[in-house]
């Protein structure tokens, strides 16, 4: 396949999406499927592979997000029914002051980014969000963009989520070297593309007063009485902790041990929500006068949104599935191997190109860290951590609409299509150059 078609199909169906979910006002998971099955089609995929590309892409996005969504909407709808999504609210914004609660979402996001996936912190830190912007009658891209932007940032330079780890690999660099480069380049990174660029969006791309999901966690009045700040700030962080032991649970124990065994198994993902979301049952429920039966109201109340957000999310991760089985993806990556170019902006662009194309940072820093690990090994001058962060930059640009992130963000903030890509999408972009620009003036230094 010619990149010149490959670039083209790619464009078109982004053309397509954007039309006709935002002019048309057609269902976006209807567009999402169409456009997905026409382009494999239009790419010379045999028809009898096309939709079973497509479904492979659903399930393998949702069969990690749809439990992570549906127990961290439980968990959220405990904090907010309890009060306690007010009591940390209340906290922040007398800590803070209601002028910077930007600023402390944004360090909020960065250290619960550090140990999970963006997907998780997004779902754990929403509803605070939502009831914080909703208490400090503050715009709620204010609020939720630069907590967005942290999680983002983490995900993509610092270890220990996977893709770093994989670039880590690839390139031989020195782990404690990476984290420390990457929080020195990550803090600003996170600055510019969160509360600076946050406050520029709030005023500009003005959002719908009614929002589905920030009426499922805000109530119109605060509880009488809040539980106490540090056992709901506990119930948030456990599974944060969880998969903190989880990840160390290789240098604190012995591989293959029932205690190493253990350690991992509450560390998973799933595990880890189901137990806070359990927890929090007891502690944001029983122990505040909730009947069961509430409580059973409650999480049942608190799936029914999910729906249309779990069917875009998964549709998002078909139509980057198919990019990938159909060739497509892989023909415009290796059209950016011929152009000649310092390391450290190859990489980076070969990490833009692989996620637009595919829509995965993680396939982004994969696939481009691969390629040029061998290339790294004949180029001593260049710094191989500075490589590990340049590539996770690079794979998070444009913030497209084959990620599923994309979705999920779009409709978790009520947003349309087009203050998604004037939003997310820009901020996305935003990580991506300051982290490139930020690489290349260290690398001055050293």
């Given at each position: 396949m ?95 002051g ?30 605070l ?35 770093t ?11 404690g ?20 660029f ?103 109340e ?44 190859l ?48 794979s ?36 991506a ?14």
């Open positions: 010619s990149t010149i078609f490959a670039v083209t199909l790619i464009t078109g169906a982004i053309l397509a999406l954007v039309i006709c979910i935002s002019r048309f006002k057609l269902n976006p998971f209807i567009v999402l499927f169409a456009v997905s099955i026409l382009l494999a089609l239009c790419a010379g995929m045999p028809a009898d592979k096309v939709v079973s590309s497509f479904e492979n892409g659903v399930g393998h996005v949702l069969g990690h997000v749809g439990p992570v969504i549906a127990l961290g909407t439980m968990l959220g709808k405990m904090l907010t029914e309890s009060g306690g999504a007010d009591s940390i609210a209340l906290t922040i914004s007398r800590l803070a209601r002028r910077h609660v930007d600023w402390a979402m944004m360090v909020i996001g960065l250290l619960v980014g550090l140990p999970v996936f963006f997907e998780i912190g997004f779902i754990l830190l929403i509803p969000a939502y009831v914080l912007a909703a208490r400090t009658n503050t715009p709620l891209l204010k609020v939720a963009l630069p907590m967005g932007a942290a999680l983002s940032v983490t995900h993509a330079l610092l270890p220990p989520h996977p893709a780890l994989l670039a880590l690999s690839a390139y031989n660099a020195d782990m070297k990476t984290i420390l480069l990457g929080i020195l380049i990550g803090t600003p990174t996170a600055i510019i593309a969160g509360p600076i946050g406050r520029f969006a709030a005023k500009r791309v003005p959002l719908d007063a009614h929002n589905a999901m920030a009426d499922l966690f805000v109530k119109a009045e605060r509880p009488a009485s809040l539980p106490g700040f540090f056992i709901t700030v506990l119930t948030i962080l456990l599974p944060v902790f969880l998969m903190l032991a989880g990840s160390a649970a290789d240098l604190v124990t012995k591989p293959q041990s029932r205690l190493n065994e253990f350690l991992h198994f509450i560390g998973n993902t799933d595990i880890a929500l189901a137990l806070a979301t359990i927890m929090s049952f007891y502690v944001l429920g029983l122990a505040r006068g909730f009947s069961r039966e509430t409580i059973l109201r409650f999480t049942n608190s799936l029914a949104p999910t729906a249309l957000i779990m069917l875009l999310v998964g549709a998002g991760g078909g139509f980057g599935r198919v990019l990938i089985d159909s060739g497509v993806s892989h023909s415009v990556t290796q059209a950016a191997l011929g152009f000649h170019m310092p390391l450290l902006v990489a980076w662009l070969l990490a833009v190109i692989v996620r637009l194309a595919s829509g995965s940072a993680t396939v982004a820093t994969a696939t481009a860290s691969s390629i040029m690990g061998p290339i790294l090994v004949h180029s001593p001058t260049v710094s191989p951590e500075l490589m590990v962060l340049v590539t996770g930059a690079g998070v640009a444009f913030g497209p609409m084959n990620d599923a992130g994309f979705w999920q963000i779009k409709e978790y903030l009520g947003l349309t299509v087009t203050q998604t890509l004037k939003t997310w999408s820009i901020l996305e972009t935003i990580i150059v300051c982290g490139l620009a930020f690489c290349e003036f260290t690398s001055f230094l050293l």
